[in-house]
């Protein structure tokens, strides 16, 4: 490898730099992926956490329409989270737990705040603008403050530069930025629940003339958005440069660990897909705020008034560009989860991958084909029949690559030796769970039975069973499984397995019953949960159900969270770096990995999973030993 | 370990890291005008009617901006040929043009837009206007943003030259494609927005 | 720019002076064309196409995609492909709708 | 399947079709989830390490997955050619002569339907924006001869059964989507654009306020919230023959108290409007209440509403 060697001169000053930098360079503004990657893990799951308690709140207007909130008990939860974490914090002389615990306390201050709003709950009962802008605001916080912030953010920042091999990112300082920029777009995002008319309210679809008629906190909305998007530009340009340049001597393409190649379709998703959204945003906000209409239609009379616009414009210009990136996103909320599954999964089954070929290619072949479904969201807009077949074909053949991977990763446990450990757990019950919410993809994606499906609970339990015990389970999966990684101390398996259970069989006390709602066509987004609809009346009491499982799953997180902060200090200490017998690089390093990662670029002799290899005498070869 | 690949290119890609970055950057953008073309495309078509720009916009001016923009580039390429020559007078020289051939291009632009506003047209007027401000707003943006880059590598920046000449002619190139690519959008807003 | 020579670099500069040319003319000739006032077809068709040209000279030349790596290549031909359904798909809708 | 599935009542002509489209597509995703699902449950068991302690390096070599795969890919041609391609285009190309169909223009807005008959001359009279008011939610100009018949009503869609209906579906404000669960129809109402749908009704709502009718269990003190969308379906009397409620009563808490206390445990009751116009799509603060009513009746009871409809129109 040639360098400079000024470059060299420059570097080891900045790793000196690095030693002495002192509390604000070395975790605020570090450029180091490490740091970065537990910066985004850090702020996601605070984001998680709050977009699940915003739900809670919804999930009591929704079981007990216009009955009086019990304010304090959805506030004691991130209370009791923020004392227990200040305590541990104390305990453990821990200043970033201490800050968590801060973060929280913050947080049960925004709940209380909240519910004790005369305005937002006259008499404790949640209005219906509430209502609307909780929901737009669970959609918008999990899905781009909290789901993709973890996984790629989060696991990729950390994860995919130890596992090709590289020393960092390609652009260290851009991905300090990216993590910036996501920070000031998370900010503005809360910030808007304080504008008059509180936060936006149309929906995370934001469709328009609704979104461009409503109050301020759309406009705040859009402003976080276009910080969000140049985040995720900035990062999805890292991953690919780095994936690309920054591979290990002898890591080829099909050498590389299947959660590189999540990571890397999913770095093209976003650089590709985000930027009409940005450009969608930049209209909408031309529309709110300079008096365009580019999506207002002319002739328009709101309550009675006609709109004083000079009109012209199309609502369905904004879905067809919103959807051009959601769709995508939705499979960036997706892959980068499969691929930690296929990583428990190898690891604990001790076997590899089966198929892992045409896993890579399916990955590929999923990236491409999910640009061209979006209108899947759109069949009720009045499509006729040839727009209309294209994406529904598109849309099966989309399906059959989940299927590919899906099956491959289940053909893998076949012949294994599989380790029930936390992490497997999680992992195993993701392909069921993921089943599930991929099935019922299918009856959306053809036209005519979405005519009954479109916008009924039915698409919430869909998307639901993907992303909540799909990709979060996932992304558990991870946390249990790096932690050691980063700490160098394991979870406790025992709080861990509580975690799970209880998870397991809360989400799908809330999910299933959406689909039977869905079924009976209940409409989504109903302030009353359907009270008064003669048709949704024989699944009411499902509301209830539903709520009940919201809160039981609230409980089960307090030992996770417990457990998280718990380890880091108290946790079992891990014998070896590499405590699973793990296979990938990122385990082949110190714990936690210092600056610059590896001693000298590491050389890679074969595939990402060779585990149980007859000719060795161990059960798994790491790729770096000859 | 350090980051490799920085200055030389990597044997199988033959592309160094910022090299890489820059195209995926672009790639980006592409989507990003392309998603503001679309829209163009879409309203115009279903518009029953639509101006000619050239009856409402400014043509004289706008073809003034399109000679200004594209002598920049030559400037922009000739400033790293110039570097690629180790001629770093030169480098000045023509970086100095690039900006200031930038800055012409604003100054017009502001001009159009005080003309228009002292008309009394805003964006708020129709379609045509609200595509007009904002496509052309949004370029005006990328170009205020190359030149900040560009003024950075002409005066602060250009100290690398000294001590890593081969990065800081990398640099240039790289800032060099942003530029082009401006100016490419701007070859297309040129005859969509005031000839057509 | 591993293997470019002073010489390169010397022809380089010679086809940069060419291209400025070519691109001044191609102006004068669209902002000419736009004062025939052909009908709209023709006249979207010519002023797109030169356009085209004019861009594509910028990229080749000035920006090097012309002897650019496979790489480069590949990413945008993937965006050009996206960017095609980003535009078809919209107008189909807008000429498939019910009626 | 269908009755697994819990789908609502199917009035519409068109209904079953989606019904038996929605039941296979169900079909296949039980058969792959249980299929899948019986392979996944018994590998952790028989592949858990206390049972194989080495892990086979090789793994499956059968192709039997990808012959699946092919099976499943092959199973979606044959739902797309077979049943979804034919079937939109049933939903929206073959639309029935509008002179044997009831042409009816519903006019959406935050957070009411405006239902727009083009009244006894068959002709829809014109409408502006400007002449929106309080109460001419749809514009239309009485002056104009055509506009002079043309009924307007608000949340009550009123329909002959067994006879096309067409309705050109548009809002006035932001997007808005048309569903009755009970007919299968959904569609978005887009400001600016004016979209046409069809259905045919197959059954009155009467019939099926028959046909949901059930027997519930009262006490006195517990009220079953489903109640308040609910009427008695025959009528009660207490000990003394004096009637409680009457069949189409609707049931308030203090009737149910009434009922239990005069000895009745059980009840019939039935929703008092089976069939509604539930709003789709995000609208507003309003949207979970912007529900429309529809009845659909016997032709003769039709045009008996229309001219009662009719009969209160401004001379
Ligand atoms: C991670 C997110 C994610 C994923 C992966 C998917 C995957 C799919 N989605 Fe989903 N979808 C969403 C997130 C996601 N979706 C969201 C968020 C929305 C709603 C947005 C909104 O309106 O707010 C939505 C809405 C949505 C719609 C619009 C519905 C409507 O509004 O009417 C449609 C329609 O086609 C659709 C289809 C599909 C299809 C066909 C897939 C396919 O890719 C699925 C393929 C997978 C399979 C077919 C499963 C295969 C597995 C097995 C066979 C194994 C079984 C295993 C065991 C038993 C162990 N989705
Ligand atoms: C990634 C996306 C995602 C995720 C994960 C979730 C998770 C959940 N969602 Fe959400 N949801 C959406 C995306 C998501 N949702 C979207 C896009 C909509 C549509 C919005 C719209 O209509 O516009 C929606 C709508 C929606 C509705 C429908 C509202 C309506 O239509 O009126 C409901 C109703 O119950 C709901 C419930 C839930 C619940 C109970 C969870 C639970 O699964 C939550 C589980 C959460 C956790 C388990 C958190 C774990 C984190 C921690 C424990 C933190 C730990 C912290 C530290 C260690 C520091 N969601
Ligand atoms: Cu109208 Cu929802
Ligand atoms: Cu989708």
Redesign the pocket.
């Known amino acids: 490898m040639q360098q400079s060697a000024t470059t060299e001169r420059r570097h080891v000053e900045s790793v000196r730099h690095e030693e002495h930098a002192g509390f604000w360079r070395t975790y605020v503004f570090s450029i180091d992926h490490k740091v970065i990657g537990l910066q985004y893990m850090?702020s996601a799951?605070?984001f998680?956490?709050f977009?699940?308690s915003l739900?809670m709140l919804?999930?009591w207007q929704?079981a007990y329409p216009g009955k009086s909130i019990p304010g304090e008990v959805f506030v004691l939860l991130p209370a009791v989270i923020s004392a227990a974490t200040l305590v541990i914090a104390l305990i453990s002389k821990r200043k970033l737990i201490g800050l968590?615990g801060l973060t929280f306390a913050g947080l049960a201050a925004l709940v209380w705040y909240l519910v004790s709003d005369e305005v937002l709950f006259p008499d404790g009962v949640m209005v219906p603008e509430l209502?609307n802008s909780f929901?737009?605001m669970?959609?918008t916080i999990?899905?781009f403050l909290?789901?993709v912030p973890l996984a790629v953010g989060g696991f990729g920042n950390y994860v995919v530069p130890l596992q090709v091999g590289a020393p960092d990112m390609a652009f260290p300082r851009l991905n300090m930025m990216s993590y910036w920029a996501y920070f000031i777009g998370g900010v503005v995002m809360l910030a808007s629940f304080f504008v008059p008319g509180g936060a936006a309210n149309s929906?995370?679809?934001s469709y328009p003339p609704l979104a461009d008629i409503a109050t301020t906190g759309q406009t705040v909305w859009l402003l976080g958005m276009v910080f969000l998007i140049t985040s995720s530009l900035l990062g999805s340009i890292n991953f690919i440069v780095t994936i690309v340049q920054l591979r290990a001597n002898g890591l080829t393409y099909m050498r590389l660990p299947f959660f590189v190649w999540a990571q890397f379709i999913t770095a093209f998703l976003l650089l590709l897909a985000f930027p009409p959204l940005e450009a969608a945003a930049v209209l909408q906000l031309m529309d709110r705020l300079a008096g365009t209409s580019f999506f207002l239609p002319s002739g328009l009379v709101i309550s009675g008034q006609a709109l004083e616009v000079s009109g012209g414009g199309s609502p369905l210009l904004w879905q067809h560009l919103f959807w051009f990136l959601a769709h995508p996103e939705v499979y960036v909320?997706v892959l980068p989860a499969m691929g930690i599954i296929a990583e428990v999964i190898a690891n604990n089954t001790r076997k590899p991958l089966w198929g892992y070929k045409s896993m890579v290619y399916a990955v590929i072949f999923l990236g491409f084909m999910s640009f061209i479904v979006w209108a899947h969201h759109m069949f009720m807009t009045g499509m006729g029949t040839v727009i209309s077949t294209f994406f529904q074909t598109t849309t099966m053949i989309i399906s059959i690559p989940s299927v590919i991977i899906l099956t491959a990763l289940m053909i893998s446990l076949w012949g294994g030796s599989i380790r029930f450990t936390v992490p497997m757990l999680f992992a195993l019950a993701f392909l069921p769970m993921f089943g599930i919410g991929g099935l019922t993809g299918l009856p959306l994606g053809l036209a005519p039975t979405d005519i009954h499906l479109h916008d009924t609970y039915y698409v919430?339990g869909h998307?639901?069973y993907v992303?909540?015990p799909g990709?979060?389970f996932a992304l558990f999966a991870g946390l249990y499984y790096w932690y050691p990684k980063v700490t160098g101390r394991l979870m406790n398996d025992t709080l861990g397995r509580i975690h799970f259970w209880g998870?397991f069989f809360a989400?799908n006390g809330?999910f299933f019953p959406?689909l039977i709602q869905g079924l009976a066509g209940v409409s989504?987004?109903?302030w009353d949960g359907g009270a008064e609809y003669a048709h949704a009346q024989d699944t009411l009491y499902l509301n209830e159900v539903?709520s009940i499982s919201?809160w039981v799953?609230a409980v089960f997180?307090l030992p996770?969270?417990f457990n998280?902060?718990w380890s880091i200090r108290k946790g079992k200490k891990v014998e070896s770096d590499n405590p699973w017998d793990a296979t990938t690089l990122e385990w082949q390093t110190p714990t936690p990995p210092p600056h610059g990662n590896f001693a000298m670029v590491p050389q890679v002799y074969r595939g990402p999973y060779e585990y149980s290899d007859p000719k060795s005498p161990k059960d798994y070869v790491p790729q770096n030993v000859a | 370990m350090q980051i490799p690949y920085t200055v030389a290119a990597r044997p199988d890609t033959g592309l160094h890291n910022s090299k890489l970055g820059i195209w995926l950057f672009l790639a980006s953008e592409v989507m990003l005008f392309g998603a503001l073309f679309s829209s163009y495309i879409l309203l115009r078509v279903a518009a029953p009617e639509w101006p000619h720009g050239s009856a409402i916009l400014n043509v004289p001016l706008a073809t003034l901006n399109t000679v200004v923009l594209i002598a920049s580039s030559v400037t922009m390429v000739m400033s790293w040929a110039s570097l690629m020559l180790k001629d770093f007078t030169k480098y000045r020289r023509y970086m100095g043009l690039t900006i200031v051939c930038g800055l012409v291009f604003l100054v017009v632009k502001v001009f159009e837009y005080g003309a228009k506003f002292s008309a009394g047209t805003f964006p708020g007027e129709d379609l045509f206007f609200a595509t007009y401000f904002t496509l052309t707003g949004l370029h005006g943006l990328h170009v205020v943003g190359g030149i900040i880059v560009n003024t950075y590598f002409w005066g602060p920046g250009s100290r690398m030259w000294n001590t890593e000449p081969r990065r800081f002619t990398n640099r240039v190139e790289v800032a060099g494609l942003y530029w082009h690519f401006v100016d490419l959008v701007w070859i297309f807003l040129f005859p969509t927005l005031y000839l057509l | 720019m591993d293997h470019i020579t002073t010489e390169d670099v010397k022809k380089h500069v010679r086809g940069y002076v060419i291209v400025f040319v070519a691109l001044m003319a191609l102006t004068i000739v669209t902002v000419a064309i736009s004062y025939l006032h052909l009908d709209v077809t023709a006249a979207i068709i010519v002023a797109l196409f030169i356009a085209t040209v004019k861009g594509s000279l910028v990229a080749s030349y000035f920006m090097h995609l012309i002897s650019e790596k496979r790489l480069v290549y590949l990413t945008l031909i993937l965006t050009v492909v996206f960017f095609a359904a980003l535009i078809g798909g919209p107008l189909l809708g807008l000429h498939d709708t019910i009626q | 399947m269908q009755d697994l599935l819990g789908l609502p009542i199917d009035a519409s002509a068109h209904g079953p079709e989606i019904d038996h489209m929605i039941a296979i597509v169900h079909w296949l995703m039980a058969v792959l989830f249980v299929g899948w699902g019986s392979f996944f449950l018994y590998s952790v068991i028989r592949f858990r390490k206390a049972r194989q302690s080495k892990a086979d390096y090789a793994g499956v070599k059968s192709h039997m997955s990808s012959y699946l795969e092919v099976g499943v890919a092959l199973f979606e041609i044959v739902l797309i050619v077979g049943f979804a391609v034919p079937l939109w285009a049933k939903r929206v190309n073959e639309f029935p002569p509008e002179k044997g169909a009831l042409v009816v223009r519903v006019v959406a807005e935050q957070f009411a339907w405006n239902i727009h008959y083009p009244g006894a001359d068959g002709v829809f009279g014109p409408t502006d924006v400007k002449l929106v008011s309080a109460d001419n939610p749809v514009g239309l100009d009485r002056s104009d001869p055509d506009g002079k018949d043309d009924i307007v009503t608000i949340n009550q869609l009123t329909l002959p059964v067994g006879k096309p209906v067409i309705v050109r579906l548009t809002s006035k404000d932001v997007i808005h989507s048309f569903g009755i669960p009970l007919l299968r129809v959904k569609q978005d109402a887009i400001p600016g654009q004016v979209i046409p749908l069809w259905f045919e009704p197959v059954e009155t709502t009467e019939n099926i306020k028959e046909r949901l009718t059930k027997r519930y269990q009262i006490k006195k003190g517990e009220y079953d919230p489903r109640f308040t969308a609910m009427v008695a379906m025959m009528d009660y009397v207490d000990t003394e023959n004096n009637l409680i409620a009457g069949k189409g009563n609707l049931l308030f808490p203090d009737v149910i108290d009434m009922l239990a206390e005069a000895g009745h445990n059980e009840i019939l009751a039935g929703p008092d409007t089976p069939m509604e116009i539930a709003c789709a799509q995000?609208c507003g603060l309003g949207h979970y209440r912007m529900r429309g009513y529809v009845a659909i009746k016997t032709q003769e009871e039709f045009e008996a509403w229309l001219s009662e409809e009719a009969s209160y129109l401004p001379e």
Do not use: D
Request: no cysteine; charged share 5%; net charge positive.
């Open positions: 850090m799951l605070v998680l956490f977009g699940f739900m919804m999930r929704l968590v209502y929901g737009a669970h959609g999990m899905v909290g789901v929906g995370w679809t909320l919430i998307f639901h992303v909540a990709s979060i998870s989400m809330i959406m989504r987004r109903l539903m919201a799953l997180q996770f969270i998280f902060f | 995000l």
